[in-house]
């Protein structure tokens, strides 16, 4: 009882430190800003400490503060008093009369506020915080997409931007999220979730995310800029690959998901819109996008959509309602495959429900793909409808089909011009992709969009990473034995585009 009497009133005390405060990320389950039990990582090394001013019941005194990764510390006798998870709080700076500039950190509905050098720390704290302010850091320039989330809806809830940063114009792509039309309970978890795995991914081959701001109605998620456009478009004015090109576009493809899998993350939503080009006609220097639909992996099957992705680019085992791992993304890539070469899809069908049937039972004529002994052995071991004996990222990259080519060494290629004449345009695209195109979608052979159950809702697995206790053990599928067979942009000044008429 005394223990439980001890804790309460460090709580209580520890309130008096922050004032209310909403925001979108609040967590209504966490109704208070400092936790007070023992430091989980106690012997992590600081990344930051130093003695700041802070404001408590309108007086000024002297703390140290500390920041281990995501983690801001506060201490007393060197021993660590109090601390808070920094993930998804928000920052701005403030400003105090004697103790001049400052930062406010807020978290569920309460805020903290410190004085001293901060400009350090501030740099610092914005990679794991959520910002305010975002017209003063961004100008927006033109919409350059737009898209539904989490489920099929009638109005577009989240609009792309090209933007331009006023300090040094540098062109961003920007993610806005309507806050009005989120759903409060599954939205809400389903950003925190893509939020999340963004910043845990770093390789060249995938979208970085910068920085995340809100303000009174939107989100903005600030996004590397990438000039040349989609695969999907790409793909609609090119010729089939030959194997060579294929061979090496696929490398990094399966290079880029091998480091997102290494992380515990399933994308679930490999297709060639989300498939981007740094530069125009380059397939050279791709980058997967769009992590709407990525999730930890869960050895129970729990996750925040359990069936989701597009019809034609999904594993059988996602459709047949069974549980997944990391290689439904691997399917999607043999998927990816097959049409870079035969120039259409394993899944031509007639309507939807054709496509998603002859997805759901993975019928697929191999026969129509062109490929050498060695690139149909890589192709059928990719898109194996048993997930058991199908290939693992790491498993493919160790294929005899680029190891004759040499690719361990990727980054001296560069893909040449095709000097042949346009051939036929890639008959899977001639015809309109879109209607089979989905952000979230739930489906089974049997029902149309209109007929769907509401989707599985969980909340577990949004703290889940590598670093955290609730991860499995075993982040990697069973690996089954198989026998081989930058620049600097100038600024620019352009129209700028109001907030109101987002």
Same mark, same amino acid.
């Given at each position: 009882?005394?223990l439980?009497? +001890? ?12 004032? =209310? ?8 389950d ?11 990582s ?13 404001d ?10 500390? @920041? ?7 201490f ?35 805020y903290f ?15 794991f915080c ?15 997409g ?21 300090n040094?114009g540098?062109?961003?792509?920007i ?11 599954v ?5 925190i ?27 903005f ?5 990438l ?10 004015k ?7 090109k ?11 998901? +091998? ?12 297709k060639?819109e989300?498939?981007?080009?740094r ?6 220097n ?39 791992d990391?290689?439904?993304? @691997? ?27 002859? =997805?759901?039972?993975?019928?697929v ?5 062109k490929? +050498?002994?060695?690139g149909?052995?890589l ?10 004996k199908r290939l693992?990222?790491e ?6 089909w680029?190891?004759?080519e ?12 095709s ?27 049997? +029902? ?5 159950s ?14 955290t206790?609730n991860?499995?053990? @075993?982040?990697k ?26």
């Amino acid at each position: 009882m005394k223990l439980l009497r +001890s804790i309460f009133y460090k709580q209580q005390k520890a309130k008096m430190d922050v004032i =209310n405060k909403e925001s979108f990320f609040d967590d209504p389950d966490a109704p208070v800003f400092w936790n007070v039990t023992e430091y989980p990582s106690k012997d992590a090394a600081l990344d930051l400490q130093d003695t700041m001013y802070i404001d408590q019941n309108s007086e000024l005194h002297k703390g140290t503060l500390g @920041i281990s990764n995501h983690y801001l510390l506060y201490f007393k006798k060197q021993a660590v008093k109090k601390w808070v998870n920094l993930d998804n709080a928000t920052i701005e700076y403030t400003k105090h009369q004697k103790a001049g500039l400052g930062i406010k950190i807020t978290k569920n509905k309460q805020y903290f506020e410190f004085f001293g050098d901060v400009e350090l720390w501030y740099n610092y704290l914005k990679q794991f915080c959520i910002q305010r302010n975002f017209s003063h850091h961004y100008t927006l320039l033109k919409k350059i997409g737009q898209g539904n989330f989490a489920d099929v809806r009638e109005i577009h809830i989240i609009k792309v931007f090209k933007a331009v940063n006023k300090n040094d114009g540098t062109e961003y792509a920007i993610k806005c999220f309507r806050k009005a039309k989120l759903n409060e309970t599954v939205d809400r978890l389903a950003i925190i979730k893509e939020i999340s795995i963004m910043k845990k991914i770093q390789h060249e081959s995938i979208i970085h995310l910068y920085e995340v701001f809100e303000g009174d109605e939107f989100l903005f998620l600030v996004l590397e800029y990438l000039k040349g456009g989609e695969l999907h478009q790409y793909m609609k004015k090119s010729p089939p690959f030959s194997e060579e090109k294929c061979a090496k576009f696929i490398f990094r493809l399966l290079k880029a998901v +091998s480091s997102i899998h290494e992380k515990g993350i399933l994308h679930r939503d490999i297709k060639p819109e989300n498939i981007m080009l740094r530069n125009k006609e380059d397939v050279d220097n791709i980058c997967i996008g769009d992590f709407g639909l990525a999730d930890y992996y869960s050895p129970s099957g729990q996750y925040l959509f359990t069936r989701c992705g597009t019809p034609g680019y999904v594993a059988p085992e996602l459709l047949q309602d069974k549980t997944y791992d990391f290689k439904i993304d @691997i399917y999607s890539i043999g998927i990816l495959m097959f049409i870079l070469i035969a120039g259409k899809s394993p899944f031509d069908g007639k309507d939807y429900d054709d496509v998603v049937m002859r =997805n759901y039972y993975a019928k697929v004529k191999f026969e129509e793909c062109k490929l +050498s002994d060695i690139g149909m052995d890589l192709l059928q071991g990719l898109m194996n409808k048993n997930p058991i004996k199908r290939l693992t990222a790491e498993e493919a990259l160790s294929h005899p089909w680029f190891a004759s080519e040499n690719l361990t060494k990727v980054c001296q290629f560069k893909i040449r011009k095709s000097n042949q004449p346009t051939l036929k345009k890639l008959a899977y695209f001639d015809t309109n992709i879109k209607q089979y195109s989905a952000i979230s979608t739930q489906f089974s052979p049997k +029902s149309s969009l209109s007929n769907l159950s509401p989707y599985c809702v969980t909340k577990c697995n949004i703290e889940d990473s590598p670093q955290t206790p609730n991860t499995p053990l @075993i982040l990697k599928p069973i690996n089954t034995p198989r026998t081989p067979a930058t620049y600097k942009l100038r600024q620019v000044r352009r129209t700028q585009i109001p907030l109101q008429q987002l």
